[in-house]
Nanobody, 113 residues
């Protein structure tokens, strides 16, 4: 069973940048469509970005032009580069395969001055 460990979150000022990482165990990571999700306090978890096994990407409108999803299949790692961060990006960020399997702990991103 594949497991995910997210890292790279933190406190950043509006307009700042963060790079999230998601380390996946298991040897079949490269076969999965992968996604980054986020859950803000009091809100449902939402899909932010996806990437296919071949590198095709798609984003929710609110992050287009600011976030970039990428993957390194040799390292079993998924990334999310987040630029021009806004307070409304504050959330716990998770990675998961599609369809979803077990969730990791997530990593907290807080955008505040």
């Amino acid at each position: 069973q594949v497991q995910f460990v997210e890292s790279g979150g933190g406190l950043v000022q509006p307009g700042g940048s963060l790079r999230l990482s998601c380390a996946a165990s298991g040897s079949i990571f490269s076969m999965y469509v992968m996604g980054w999700y986020r859950q803000a306090p009091g809100k449902q978890r939402e899909l932010v970005a996806i990437i296919t096994s071949h590198g095709t990407t798609n984003y929710v409108d609110s992050v287009k032009g600011r976030f970039t999803i990428s993957r390194d299949n040799a390292k079993n790692t998924l990334y999310l580069q987040m630029n021009s961060l806004k307070p409304e990006d504050t959330a716990v960020y998770y990675c998961n395969a599609m369809p979803n399997i077990d969730w990791g702990q997530g990593t907290q991103v807080t955008v505040s001055s």
